[in-house]
Structure formats: C-alpha cells, structure tokens
C-alpha cells in the first residue's frame, strides 16, 4: 500500500493499534486507518504562531507517538507538545506541553503517564512531564541542543545531539535535592540524528558521519 501526501516531506510516523499518523514540512498532522490505510483525520497547519489554535501546528513538525491510552502527541519547531485524542468528535486538540522545541524524530518519546522531550536549546535541554497536567516539567538535565531524548530499560534516560557529540545517560529520578549528573557518557564522531532503545538494556544511535554505535547498559 502506498500513500502519497504531496507537497509534504515526511518527518515522523508512529502507529497504535487502529491508526497511522504522519507529520511533516507542511504544519499538519494527518491520521490514518492502519488497516485500510483510508485518511480518518487531519489536523491542519496555520500560519500565525498562535499557540493556542485549536488546529495543528504553526511550524514544521519533527515527531509524533501514540501513547497507551491512544491519545497521539505532535512537536516540532513550534515550541509545543499537542495531544490529540482520537475518539473525540472535536478536531481540537486536547492538552498542550509549552516550551520543547523538537528538531527530529526521536527528540519525543512517551512512557506512561511520562512524556520525555529533547530540545534544540542550551540548557535543560532534556524534560520530563507529567502527560495528566501539562504544567511545568517535573525534571530538567543540564543538557544541551539535543536531538534525541529515550526512556531506557534501565530507570534511566538517555540524550544525544548535536553539538556534544555524545550519548549521555541521566538517572530518571531526580529531585530539587539531586545533582542531575550523568551517569555514563560515551564519545562518537559526529552528531547523533536518532536513537533506540532496546528491551535488554542497549542503546542504538546513529550518527551523521554513517556510524552506527550499540551501547550496553549496565
């Protein structure tokens, strides 16, 4: 099955079990049956960087993920996490996280009722969310410019990005009395554009060089 969104140059997809979501260069968010491959929503994008537009985005967007409960989340350039719940007859969307500034595919990720963010920015580059509040960030690490932000197997997180060039694991759990130090760091050639994290404790980055590192948890 092939489906063409013309004019649109992809960013990110991400799939539940009912739906396929795609978001891209042109600002909109556009869901898809999974079984049919059949278009059953679109957010579309705006123009006028009002934040709280009831549509989709005022920039390019760079990731999308479905979490458990089915409710499809959306950022990119445009300084905000939008969830989106299908199941509404609204196109609104429902909650929003302000301040990330994602700048690549793998700068979302979605853990429970926890949304961690990647964001190209120095300082606190890295943040962790409460997804049911939407109000300022439980956590930030002293990163910075980073593209790449996972949940690990470890109760650990994970950043890589641009201008460190480096992956650097963070404890999950830190508090106003905590160092947020990292806990291990590890050196590569060039700036890392994504990144995974497996079920066994490993961590896969690929680098702009063409380097592909695994990385083991310990």
């Known amino acids: 099955t092939v489906v063409t969104e013309r004019g649109n140059h992809l960013s990110a997809v991400d799939t539940s079990d009912e ?6 260069s042109d600002c909109s968010v556009r869901v898809y049956d999974l079984r049919t491959c059949q278009p ?3 957010y579309s994008g705006y123009r006028d960087l009002d934040p709280d537009c009831p ?7 760079f990731a999308a993920r479905f979490n458990a409960d089915g409710l499809l989340l959306t950022s990119g350039w445009d300084d905000c996490v939008k969830f989106w719940d299908l199941r509404l007859a609204s196109g609104d969307h429902v909650r929003r996280l302000s301040g990330p500034h994602i700048c690549c595919p ?22 962790l969310w409460d997804a049911r509040q939407c109000e300022a960030p439980l956590t930030s690490w002293p990163a910075d410019h980073v593209y790449c932000a996972r949940f690990t197997a470890k109760s650990t997180v994970a ?12 404890p999950a759990a830190v508090t106003s009395e905590t160092s947020p ?6 050196e590569l050639d060039s700036a890392v554009y994504s990144m995974a994290a497996a079920e066994d404790g490993r961590l896969a980055v690929g680098c702009r060089s063409g380097r592909l590192q695994l990385a083991r948890l310990r």
């Open 55 to 61: 549509e989709g985005h005022a920039t390019r967007l």
């Open 19 to 24: 739906h396929l979501a795609t978001v891209g």
């Open 181 to 186: 130090e990292p806990l291990a760091r590890l």
């Open 40 to 42: 059953v929503r679109q």
């Open 159 to 170: 950043s890589a990005g641009a201008l460190s060039r480096c992956l650097t694991v963070w």
């Open 106 to 127: 793998d700068g979302l990720d979605v853990k429970g009722d926890r949304v961690l963010t990647g964001s190209y920015r120095a300082g606190s580059a890295l943040q």
